[in-house]
């Protein structure tokens, strides 16, 4: 039976397909019928897609994550995001896992174990996840450029302390660091105090990491060309408040 769709129809399907949706997303929204949203789909010019994430401070957090420790996968037109992530801090990949539902609310993650190691994939399919991450590229991020899209730019500014903590809980740490001295009374002091350090091959990445440090009021310094450290007790305290701390 033929059906007959109006311009409102046409106008609903344009929209929905600029903000991503598969066909057949677009038809359980639009009632327009799957075949007819495909076939509308390749008549039109190319429709740059404008996705948005559901939820920002979890999209940011996964940003961090995903500059830190994810890579997408793409075989055969099949889009794969996946964050390798230590088994050791469950929290974490439950953060993760949480973040990639509420990002991309029909997102379905999976948990696959990294045979030999503790790690663990957290990964989720779909092609938004090309529009989330623009940053994919072929190569190893730290031999190319990595730069922020002007709309995550505004992401980010609106939420550092998640970005800040995603980078941390991929491709950070918080220590403990213990040294003694002697004082002039001969006697042997030892003192302790906690400390953060990001540590990632890509200057991009790192400098991406100072800026938001700047925007939050967080002094860091340069440990060596690979490692950037926190260590004032202020500013310790402010990463400890955003949660950063792994454990």
């Known amino acids: 039976m033929f059906v007959s769709?109006?311009?409102t129809h046409h106008i609903l399907v344009r929209k929905l397909v600029a903000r991503g949706h598969s066909d057949r997303e677009v038809a359980a929204i639009s009632g327009v019928s799957p075949n007819t949203v495909g076939r509308w789909r390749r008549s039109w010019p190319a429709i740059r897609v404008e996705w948005q994430p559901a939820h920002e401070p979890s999209y940011t957090y996964l940003l961090g994550l995903y500059l830190g420790d994810g890579c997408l996968s793409v075989t055969r037109g099949r889009v794969?995001?996946?964050?390798?992530?230590?088994?050791r801090y469950p929290r974490i990949v439950d953060d993760c896992w949480t973040a990639m539902v509420l990002s991309r609310p029909n997102s379905r993650p999976s948990l696959v174990p990294c045979s030999g190691s503790e790690a663990v994939h957290v990964q989720a399919c779909g092609k938004l996840w090309l529009h989330a991450f623009p940053q994919h590229g072929p190569g190893r991020?730290?031999?190319?450029?990595?730069?922020?899209?002007?709309?995550q730019q505004e992401i980010v500014a609106r939420h550092p302390g998640e970005f800040v903590r995603g980078l941390i809980h991929s491709d950070g740490c918080r220590t403990i660091n213990r040294f003694r001295t002697t004082l002039p009374s001969g006697r042997v002091a030892e003192y302790a105090y906690a400390r953060y350090f990001f540590s990632n091959l890509s200057a991009d990445i790192r400098g991406l990491f100072c800026a938001t440090c700047d925007a939050?009021?967080?002094?860091?310094?340069?440990?060596?060309?690979?490692?950037?450290?926190?260590?004032?007790?202020?500013s310790v305290a402010t990463l400890?408040?955003?949660?950063?701390?792994?454990?």
């Open 80 to 87: 794969v995001l996946r964050v390798a992530l230590d088994l």
């Open 141 to 151: 991020k730290h031999e190319r450029k990595i730069a922020l899209e002007p709309w």
């Open 216 to 234: 939050l009021g967080v002094r860091w310094t340069l440990s060596n060309p690979r490692n950037v450290s926190v260590s004032q007790r202020s």
């Open 240 to 247: 400890d408040g955003l949660g950063c701390a792994k454990g």
């Open 5 to 7: 769709y109006g311009e």
